[in-house]
């Protein structure tokens, strides 16, 4: 029995990193769920949970070590970004296992703004993009990207701060009430369409990858942004250029790549997708989608940390067949479907209206 230890364990993510594992058969986990919300500790489907202090508090470190040693935690996963970005830098005062990227990868991939100068510098087709300390900055991007530009936070995750504005007093007032100034960025705005590549990798060898494509952001009409970090219904793809791409997108920031490497992309106004973010050292939330499909990423992830023999894969890039969608929102179980299904119902509306 491999025993786990699971940060942000109240979270959906790590929620579905557990129910992935639990789908395994011949193999059992004990799970251990810690979280720095006490009200979401209780939403955790864990063996056991305990609160925790914040990560960024002296006794979060040492209290994660009392508990390691006290309930016998073999490997740590954390998908909080906050988390990984502390636990990275502390990897080697743990007392467990841990699978992660290198340090300086996960500090490149955690800011935006790194990261957009790694992929433009590795000739990548990125959205023109400027750090925003003072008004002449703000006035300079409009100038340079308008009419609307794109403004953002350069660390934190679903959406953080984001925001699309063609009005500069507007501009200048989001960032004043977010205190942003020298901590966001303004960019070329892009289109709505964007594509997720969820990929693991070993010692610079690719394992495995799934393309899959956004339909749209649950709750978007409550974001200025329209950007809420929270898929509404993602569907599978497999697109050579895309996959080309991420890994071109993830080999311009570390060489040897090592973890788990999720590329997200978007297209621009001319149709060419730019990569836009790398979510790091974790699984984007709606993996369990994948594991759902028949592609379970954190069983291979595991096996993988616990240098054991991998799970049969069919195909190393885009195993699940195209078109498998999976609808989601809050507080209903996810359903998995197909496209074909979705078009069908849209159909047959058409067809009874006509029949009115």
Known sequence: MKRILITGAGGAPATNFVRSLRMVDNEKFHFIGVDADKYYLQRAETNEKYLVPLCNDPDYLPYLNMLIKETGAEFLFAQPDMEIAVLSEWREQLNCKVLLPSKETIQICMDKFLSFEKWRDAGLTVPETMMISTELDLKEAFTNFGPTIWIRAVTGAAGKGSLPTDNYNQA???????????????????????????????????????????????????????????????????????????????????????????VDMTYDRDGIPNPTEINIGRFFTTHFF???????????????????????????????????????????????????????????????????
């Not at 393309?211 to 950007?227: L, M, T």
């Not at 479907?337 to 159909?347: C, R």
Request: glycine share 8%; with cysteine.
């Open 172 to 262: 200048k007032a989001w960032l004043d009430f977010h205190e942003g100034w020298g901590s966001f960025s303004a960019a070329a705005c892009l289109e709505q369409e964007s594509i997720t590549w969820q990929s693991i990798w070993n010692e610079g060898e690719l394992v495995v990858a799934q393309g899959r494509k956004r339909i749209y952001w649950e709750f978007a009409n409550r974001a200025p942004s329209g950007i809420t970090g929270l898929t509404g219904t993602g569907v599978t793809i497999s697109n050579p250029q895309l996959d080309d791409l991420a890994q071109r997108t993830i080999h311009a920031v570390d060489k040897k790549p090592h973890g788990i490497f999720s």
């Open 290 to 356: 994948f594991t759902k499909a028949g592609l379970n990423m954190p069983q291979i992830y595991v096996k993988l940390a616990f240098n054991e023999k991998l799970p049969h894969i069919d195909k190393k890039i885009n195993s699940l067949a195209e078109g498998i969608a999976w609808v989601r929102g809050m507080d209903v179980e996810p359903i998995l479907t197909d496209m074909s299904t979705i078009e069908k119902a849209e159909s047959e509306l058409e067809q009874r209206r006509k029949d009115l």
